[in-house]
């Protein structure tokens, strides 16, 4: 793995507000065309996840790149790399109950915190389908743990 440097406080305003903007376009393009448009990000696939606000308690949306394990829907806080979680994962652990659209289909799910043994066993799977995690990590080594969210039917 190639040594990143964690990105500077410009380039993290800069991504924050990308990620935030660019974000609530395409939520607003999947959810209305049932995840037929604007479904992957660089050859990965989206889903949107929806969680309630640990501060507000408003509705969220946020589309993240996933993989399926079974009946299981695993996401990464990985904020592309930058040193601040991503605002999603904080929602979670207030409020676990949430929901995933993957296409066309919404699903009710329940979120936990991968463990340790998942967490190795998972992320050779994320990085699979989106090799950029493996940058992500290098960037926030020694600044953050990138946890692993598992999410669960309910």
């Known amino acids: 793995m190639k040594n990143f440097k964690p990105y500077s406080e410009r380039q993290e305003k800069f991504g924050t507000w990308l990620i935030k903007n660019i974000g609530k376009w395409q939520v ?10 604007w479904n992957k990000f660089l050859g990965a696939p989206v889903a949107i996840l929806t969680s309630m606000g640990h501060k507000s308690g408003e509705i969220r949306r946020t589309p993240l790149l996933f993989i399926e394990d079974g009946d299981r829907v695993v996401i990464a806080a990985s904020k592309g790399g930058m040193s601040t ?19 066309p289909r919404n699903r009710m799910m329940r979120a936990r915190v991968a463990s340790e043994d998942e967490e190795k066993a998972l992320w050779p799977k994320l990085t699979a389908i989106y090799a950029d995690f493996d940058e992500y990590r290098a960037r926030t080594e020694g600044v953050r743990h990138i946890p692993l969210f598992i999410l669960e039917p309910r």
Not at 28 to 37: E, I, L, M, Q
């Open 28 to 37: 607003s393009v999947y959810r209305a065309t049932g995840g037929r448009v």
């Open 85 to 103: 979680p991503p605002a999603w994962m904080f929602n979670l652990q207030k409020t676990p109950e949430c929901e995933i659209q993957i296409g």
